[in-house]
T-cell receptor, first 114, second 115 residues
Framework: DQQVKQNSPSLSVQEGRISILNCDYT??????FLWYKKYPAEGPTFLIS?????DKNEDGRFTVFLNKSAKHLSLHIVPSQPGDSAVYFC?????????????FGTGTLLAVQP | EPEVTQTPSHQVTQMGQEVILRCVPI?????FYWYRQILGQKVEFLVS????????KSEIFDDQFSVERPDGSNFTLKIRSTKLEDSAMYFC?????????????FGQGTRLTVV
């Protein structure tokens, strides 16, 4: 039961270009979406998030877009830098319960080529 | 910057043995979680803990698993009788509140290898 899906296991882009990472979800009850970045041998680190009542959130080089009707979100990184090379996880939250666990996608490995 | 710390970084254990994975969450956080990632798969929720009790657990978190906050700073995950399929990276996380928009901070993980 994959409620959050990242269909591209990997993505390679040139330094300075735009990276677009995609995520789809199936449960319309999610009300918050997050992107986490993970380097090897480290835990996931929070990158950016968006509430379901918004369609865009921007933080520096990172922008997340949400299309609720399509149950789709994307993370744009502009311009991409070699240090952005990592696994990016899409996560969703808000299914209720006291602690609002995160439901993660399978991740996309981004490689930014110098 | 405050961080979540986990020990050990790597644990190798014989099948059937008990293991305890340790975590020190961020000191003023109230909500604690364990997640795991089997190699090549997604990060999966195991259990959440608040106010000294389990708030929610997944179907993975069966009777072989338990969590404890023994002394107000540590948060432990115990697996009573490990199986080969328990081999994974185990991540501890903590949050200051349980609302969806509150960032979860993750530790660097413990790689558990069951042989």
């Amino acid at each position: 039961d994959q409620q959050v899906k990242q269909n591209s296991p990997s993505l390679s882009v040139q330094e300075g270009r735009i990276s677009i990472l995609n995520c789809d979800y199936t449960n319309s009850m999610f009300d918050y979406f997050l992107w986490y970045k993970k380097y090897p041998a480290e835990g996931p680190t929070f990158l950016i998030s968006i509430s379901s009542i918004k369609d865009k959130n921007e933080d520096g080089r990172f922008t997340v877009f949400l299309n609720k009707s399509a149950k789709h979100l994307s993370l744009h990184i502009v311009p991409s830098q070699p240090g952005d090379s990592a696994v990016y996880f899409c996560a969703a939250s808000g299914l209720g319960g006291a602690t609002n666990k995160l439901i993660f996608g399978t991740g996309t490995l981004l490689a930014v080529q110098p | 910057e405050p961080e979540v710390t986990q020990t050990p970084s790597h644990q190798v254990t014989q099948m059937g043995q008990e293991v305890i994975l340790r975590c020190v969450p961020i000191s003023n956080h109230l909500y604690f979680y364990w997640y795991r990632q089997i190699l090549g798969q997604k990060v999966e929720f195991l259990v959440s803990f608040y106010n000294n009790e389990i708030s929610e657990k997944s179907e993975i978190f069966d009777d072989q698993f338990s969590v404890e906050r023994p002394d107000g700073s540590n948060f432990t995950l115990k697996i009573r009788s490990t199986k080969l399929e328990d081999s994974a990276m185990y991540f501890c996380a903590s949050r200051s509140t349980g609302t969806p928009n509150t960032e979860a901070f993750f530790g660097q993980g413990t790689r558990l290898t069951v042989v």
